[in-house]
Nanobody
Framework: QVQLVESGGGLVQPGGSLRLSCAASGFTFSSYAMRWYRQAPGKERELVAA????????NYADFVKGRFTISRDNHKNMLYLQMNSLKPEDTAVFYCYTKSGFWNYWGQGTQVTVSS
């Protein structure tokens, strides 16, 4: 079955960096576009970044443009999110996501806390 397992979250000071990873299994990873979402306490889940199946196209939410980079390694079935210049408002649970037909697949999430 489809599995998405995020890792790499943690506590970081403002201005710091983190690299999130998402290990995918149970499907042909290289055939599917992937996304990162986040959900802050008391807020709705929001799209952070997206990448095409081949990794040749990306999109970002305005609030992360220039700070975050989404990438993937189709040989390793891995999705990444490099986050630089982190701000306290980036504090959230980050999820990787993919969709197949009518089915939506989410990981369990990884907590990112930006605080001094």
């Amino acid at each position: 079955q489809v599995q998405l397992v995020e890792s790499g979250g943690g506590l970081v000071q403002p201005g710091g960096s983190l690299r999130l990873s998402c290990a995918a299994s149970g499907f042909t990873f290289s055939s599917y576009a992937m996304r990162w979402y986040r959900q802050a306490p008391g807020k709705e889940r929001e799209l952070v970044a997206a990448i095409t199946s081949a990794g040749d196209g990306t999109n970002y939410a305005d609030f992360v443009k220039g700070r975050f980079t989404i990438s993937r390694d189709n040989h390793k079935n891995m999705l990444y999110l490099q986050m630089n210049s982190l701000k306290p408002e980036d504090t959230a649970v980050f999820y990787c996501y993919t969709k197949s037909g009518f089915w939506n697949y989410w990981g369990q999430g990884t907590q990112v806390t930006v605080s001094s």
